[in-house]
């Protein structure tokens, strides 16, 4: 409807005000359609996605160390790539909901191994089922994931910090309770507990060199990209990490949101704690120290930005991917396995340019 | 007469010694714009904030369809329908328009979102505010300043708004992009919505509102319907008439 139509079905104008409608008109008429907008088409969002990129990359990286080192492509060298990427992705999963939510979570890695060790000091220490163990971890991962959660959303302290401040505390603890309990830095002999057969189908089985870790990624990638693209949790975790403030003012639990993501990354800890405790049957206490990073970088690598607002869980779930096939196949592929540490940083590198400039090419026209 | 759908009388708001708001009386009925300018410093932001639910008024009246009304929250005079879209929007700049759009109040079937009848309903009610959109999946980041106000408004109305309360919506626009705001605030109007348009800028006031309140430190120093005053007239009064005759003298002599 242009201006002239509104001028005619108001009759009772002033002249004065018709004058400075025409101007105005004038002004206006160009706007609609703006012809230095870049137009987004269906396929050119598709090819600037951040699960498009880092799927391009994952199919790279196969190609590239199937051609050098043939045996990666065997069915022992996938299941072999797959083991490390599926736990990693398990968390990267989580971390990515955190990080789209704005926040970090440090104490991720230290978690892993908390949990293993509180399922494996409960069950033998207490002498009981191994399933209670397991729930009793459960309810300490919950408990260390209110905390943080808490902490970061009343004090509104960088989650950098309060989870740091975690993760050494949990670090510690791991350390000075397992060796006061038990004398030893591993707790074993789980396997000999009630419950464990059961809990081993669940958390410690394989399948032709397949683990069952990865039906647990699987279906939590499946889950984080339903939650995320397809349920309102999703739409508000986006809003908190990206306007956390006007997501409060129409009608965002914004502390909910915080509180639960942290919450989801502390159960995906308890989760691969669970999956490395039973599989092992026994808990070591430096287990998952400084993982917590390769979450973040696998995260990153999958399109998240560290700003929060945006990513992808399906990204972040083939950021896992590429981690562990870098991971498994540069000592295949005959570098040294130090090696591995500085193409990961370097990948990280790549992503984080990746990243910001998809973030610059979609805001191109603000303001 | 048609009963105004929100009406202050006489109303004011005090912080510790500080008089921000004295005496100020202003209306809206549906279908109309009421044009609050104001200078910087003039209790405009204190105006809105009374307006909108978040300071009650110490003393005076607030009239909603004729009744005393005493909001206690945004979200109480949200409930009556008069929404409030601020300078900042409240939207997130990296999220697609139809997610910002339906933010807090997704609709959903069985616990899940429905992008495609969402992204219809944004098409269409954009549409009905002159707005084309190329594609309600780009993010609100892509979109102009004046289009970005135009979403905002468009929620508003969307969600049940009676009255919209627009905090400065041309202030950090450029000349065509203000034209676009101001063309979605007549559209407004013809929907037969009540608007309170809050400004210091009387070119952007003038040709879009019926009723102008003039603020000058707190207090109501004019208030006229648009037959009662012309633009010239206008922007002397609100910048302090005499005092604005002798500042041109002023720079004159200086420009020699």
Redesign the interface.
């Known amino acids: 409807m242009t201006m002239t139509q509104n001028l005619n079905t108001a009759n009772e104008t002033p002249p004065e005000k018709d004058k400075a409608l025409a101007g105005l008109a004038h002004a206006a008429a160009p706007a609609g359609a703006d012809d230095r907008l870049v137009q987004v088409g269906r396929i050119r969002r598709i090819f600037m996605s951040p699960e498009f990129g880092s799927a391009a990359a994952a199919i790279i990286v196969f190609i590239g160390f199937s051609v050098i080192a043939p045996p990666f492509a065997s069915q022992a060298g996938i299941g072999n790539f797959l083991d490390p990427a599926a736990t990693l992705g398990i968390m990267a999963v989580a971390v990515a909901l955190l990080m789209i939510g704005g926040e970090f979570d440090l104490s991720t890695g230290v978690m892993t191994g908390s949990t293993g060790l509180v399922t494996a000091l409960v069950t033998t220490q207490l002498n009981t089922n191994v399933w209670f163990g397991i729930l009793a971890s459960l309810v300490f991962a919950v408990a260390i994931g209110l905390l943080n959660g808490i902490l970061v959303h009343k004090t509104k302290l960088p989650s950098f910090i309060i989870t740091l401040g975690t993760m050494f505390m949990l670090w510690g603890l791991n350390y000075a309770v397992t060796t006061n309990m038990t004398h030893q830095v591993t707790v074993s002999g789980v396997s000999s507990y009630t419950g464990f057969d059961s809990a081993k189908a669940l958390f410690g089985s394989s399948v032709g060199g397949f683990q069952v870790s990865l039906i647990w990624w699987i279906v939590l990638t499946a889950v984080g990209v339903v939650l995320l693209t397809r349920t309102k949790i999703g739409n508000w975790i986006a809003a908190v990490g990206g306007n956390a403030v006007g997501a409060l003012a129409v009608g965002v639990p914004v502390a909910k949101v915080r509180v639960g993501l942290f919450v989801g990354t502390a159960t995906a800890a308890w989760l691969v704690g669970q999956l490395t405790v039973i599989r092992y049957a026994s808990a070591t206490v430096t287990t998952g120290i400084g993982a917590e990073f390769n979450f973040i970088i696998a995260a990153v690598i999958g399109g998240c930005l560290l700003t929060g607002g945006a990513g992808s869980a399906l990204g972040a779930s083939i950021g896992a991917l590429i981690f562990g096939m870098v991971q498994q196949g540069m000592p295949l592929a005959g570098f040294p396995s130090e090696l591995f540490k500085f193409f990961l940083g370097a990948i990280l590198l790549i992503a984080v340019f990746i990243n910001l400039y998809l973030k610059k090419k979609s805001q191109a026209v603000g303001s | 007469m048609t009963t105004p759908i929100l009406e202050v009388r006489n109303i004011s708001k005090n912080f510790g010694h500080v008089r921000a708001l004295q005496d100020v009386s202003c209306k809206v009925k549906a279908g109309e714009v009421t044009a609050v300018l104001g200078d910087n410093g003039a209790g405009k932001s204190t105006f809105i904030k009374t307006l909108s639910g978040v300071h009650p008024p110490d003393s005076g009246e607030f009239l909603v369809d004729g009744e005393p009304t005493r909001f206690s929250s ?2 109480a005079a949200l409930q009556r329908g008069i929404a409030t879209v ?1 300078q ?8 697609p328009i139809w ?2 759009f ?5 609709p ?1 079937q069985s ?3 429905t ?1 495609h009848k969402s992204k219809d309903i944004v098409v269409d009610e954009l549409g009905k505010m ?3 959109i ?2 309600p ?3 609100v ?6 289009e970005r106000q135009c979403v905002a408004i468009a929620r508003a109305v969307y969600f049940g708004a009676r009255v919209l309360i627009l905090d400065e919506p041309t202030a ?1 626009l450029g ?6 705001v ?2 979605y605030i ?2 407004a109007r ?1 929907r037969g919505l009540g608007v309170i348009f809050i400004t210091h800028n009387p070119n952007h006031a ?3 509102s019926d009723h102008f309140v003039l603020l000058q430190r707190g207090r109501t120093i004019g208030d006229y319907s ?2 009662q005053i ?2 010239a007239d206008l922007a002397q009064q609100m910048s302090g008439g005499a005092e604005l005759e002798a500042l041109q003298h002023e720079l004159h002599s200086i420009g020699r």
């Open positions: 945004p979200r601020y900042d929007l409240a939207l997130a700049p990296l999220m997610r910002n339906f933010l807090g109040s997704e959903t616990g899940f979102l992008p002159g707005i084309q190329r594609d999946e780009q993010a980041g892509t979109l102009s300043g004046g950090a000349v065509r992009q203000s034209g676009v101001l063309k007549i559209q013809e003038y040709p879009v648009k037959a012309t633009i």
